[in-house]
């Protein structure tokens, strides 16, 4: 079975667009160098305004490297980064690389419990994090070795207030100022690692087929693991953006990093695909419309990817203060459904067509997506990528294919696809086929032309802001509440799209329901993202023959209420 121009979906392709890539035979690091050499002095990053060249970028990247190096850093070590979008993520991420060694992403927003978790996993002993995220990493258990803790003050790399505030308005860029930053005490400085000579040319570089990425996701089931990703399949995730784009031009694009470069989604179109095309990243901590419209002003956005609700909220704003988003001509929504009243509305204010796609942080991450073409299909996450196949199989048979048009789970195959998950070959052989499908755990119908539509998902995460959340990981937390006996936490469909965590709780004999404390226990222990918008009290929570609760009854049961 070859992808080519036999399957039927490669017909509904943009113009231009190959079945097949060329694929890659060489790493990240190589390609970072040939676009820092190409690009030369082109803007690479803009920051609040402040913008810096591919040069300066490849400067900065040997220099942390030499520092990183000095630290003891080695090919295939770890290196944890925790920090939102900026030009010193840009950085570490390749410095890290060039070494050979592995990035391994974190939301800076994670409590310490979270981050400890996954601390304990990969054993990194070399932290790169956002002042705020440090003190988090600061507060991990003497078990949890860290030999250094390298902070960054995201306001070393802000322009002056004064050249700034010629670009945003000042009430915003104080609010924004005094959000980015925190003391950091008993960490190495960003700045002093930056002072180091350039690493030595010589240095050995990484293969293609090394590990660059370790990518912690609720996978397919339960709690966070690690995706291995390697040079090879992010690479090539990139070659497969770039042919998709395929009227994207080197040097001329200009993409908007509003989607987290800790997310895979954000990973890849930033720092890979916007790399490789010599573009200029557009850096925003967070999402904010003020900050985006202002941003348009000097630098139109030609490539805005996002999730729905940024979408929306964006045209609106845009419509209401009258800024122009026609420069927008490649933009790709994913991490959760589409609703059509947020396409109709983002097309009849940009430049472009807004098309759905469909990825998961173990196919690096895009394996879908709708053509940017009239044969695109709403309702649909399109048909698969460049040299990428997939098949749909019985949900109790998993090496029977179902017939066209049926019900059954999503397989995928392609140079995308992970390599399995960090110290943990069990959940990998539950991800990943003998003969290399990745099992996606999506009930899909795919029609005779190839587009494929999601239906169910036989796992049981929830999707909220494109971000996932796993049941498992809420309720456990939950029950540490000395009111809850037992509790059920799953993802209520919201007609704008994604899903709102709600919480079910069986309470102890005695006890009533009090929502906000329930949520503020929590708010310790948890990322914003994951505390339920609801909790419920319930009688007694569905169980099978075994005990384990029902969560499908659950929702049944209590989502209509809501």
């Given at each position: 079975m070859d992808n080519s121009a036999s399957q039927p979906w490669v017909k509904n392709y943009q113009p231009g667009v190959p079945a097949e890539i060329e694929l890659p035979t060489e790493s990240l690091s190589a390609m970072f160098e040939r676009s820092v050499a190409q690009a030369g002095d082109s803007p690479a990053t803009e920051f609040f305004g402040r913008r810096t060249g591919y040069r300066e970028l490849g400067e900065q990247v040997d220099r942390a490297a030499e520092g990183l190096r000095r630290l003891g850093v080695k090919a295939g070590d770890r290196v944890a980064l925790i920090l939102p979008n900026c030009p010193q993520h840009v950085v570490a991420f390749y410095a890290v690389l060039r070494l050979g060694a592995v990035v391994v992403e974190h939301n800076p927003l994670y409590t310490s419990r979270e981050l400890r978790h996954q601390f304990e996993d990969h054993q990194t002993r070399v932290v790169i994090a956002w002042d705020k995220a440090a003190a988090a990493v600061r507060e991990f258990p003497k078990d949890v070795q860290l030999d250094h803790v390298v902070s960054v003050n995201l306001l070393d790399a802000f322009p002056t207030l004064k050249r700034l505030a010629l670009n945003l308005p000042v009430k915003k860029l104080r609010e924004t100022k005094g959000s980015l930053t925190a003391p950091a005490p008993g960490t190495m400085s960003w700045n002093d690692l930056l002072k180091s000579e350039r690493l030595d040319p010589a240095h050995p570089r990484p293969d293609v087929m090394d590990l660059a990425v370790i990518q912690y996701t609720s996978g397919t089931t339960g709690a966070?693991?690690?995706?291995?990703l390697t040079h090879y399949n992010l690479y090539a995730n990139a070659l497969q953006g770039e042919a998709w784009m395929a009227g994207a031009k080197e040097r001329e694009e200009i993409l908007y990093a509003i989607l987290p470069m800790f997310h895979a989604f954000g990973m890849t179109l930033y720092l890979t695909f916007g790399v490789k095309k010599q573009g200029l990243l557009v850096l925003f901590p967070k999402f904010d419309p003020d900050l985006i419209l202002a941003a348009m002003k000097k630098s139109p956005a030609t490539v805005y990817c996002a999730v729905p609700p940024i979408y929306e909220?964006?045209?609106m704003a845009a419509k209401e203060k009258g800024v122009s988003l026609r420069s927008a001509?490649?933009?790709i929504s994913g991490a959760m459904n589409l609703p059509d009243h947020v396409v109709q509305l983002w097309e009849s204010v940009s430049g472009g067509l807004l098309v759905e796609g469909y990825g998961m942080t173990e196919s690096s991450p895009v394996a879908l997506g709708n053509p940017f073409h009239p044969t695109r299909r709403a309702g649909t996450?399109?048909?698969?990528?460049?040299?990428?196949l997939m098949k749909v199989v019985d949900l109790d048979d998993p090496e029977h294919e179902v017939e066209q048009g049926e019900p059954g789970e999503l397989l995928l195959k392609?140079?995308?696809?992970?390599?399995?998950?960090w110290n943990n070959p069990e959940e990998t052989a539950k991800a990943l086929t003998k003969d290399g499908w990745l099992r996606t755990g999506d009930v899909v119908t795919v029609d005779a032309d190839g587009f494929t539509k999601i239906v169910d998902r036989a796992k049981e995460l929830i999707i909220t802001g494109g971000f996932n959340v796993a049941p498992t990981e809420v309720e456990s937390v939950l029950r540490l509440h000395p009111a809850v006996k037992d509790v059920a936490v799953f993802g209520k469909?919201?007609?704008?799209?994604g899903e709102m965590v709600v919480a079910a709780v069986e309470l102890e004999?005695?006890?009533e329901l009090d929502e906000e404390a329930l949520r503020e226990h929590c708010r310790g222990q948890l990322a914003g993202y994951k505390v339920p918008k609801r909790i419920v009290a319930i009688d007694d929570l569905p169980r099978s023959m075994l005990g384990k609760i029902l969560r499908k009854q659950v929702r049944e049961q209590v989502a209509p209420g809501l």
């Open positions: 966070p693991k690690g995706a291995m909220r964006t045209a001509k490649y933009c996450i399109g048909v698969p990528f460049p040299s990428t392609g140079p995308q696809v992970f390599q399995g998950y469909p919201l007609e704008r799209g004999s005695g006890a």
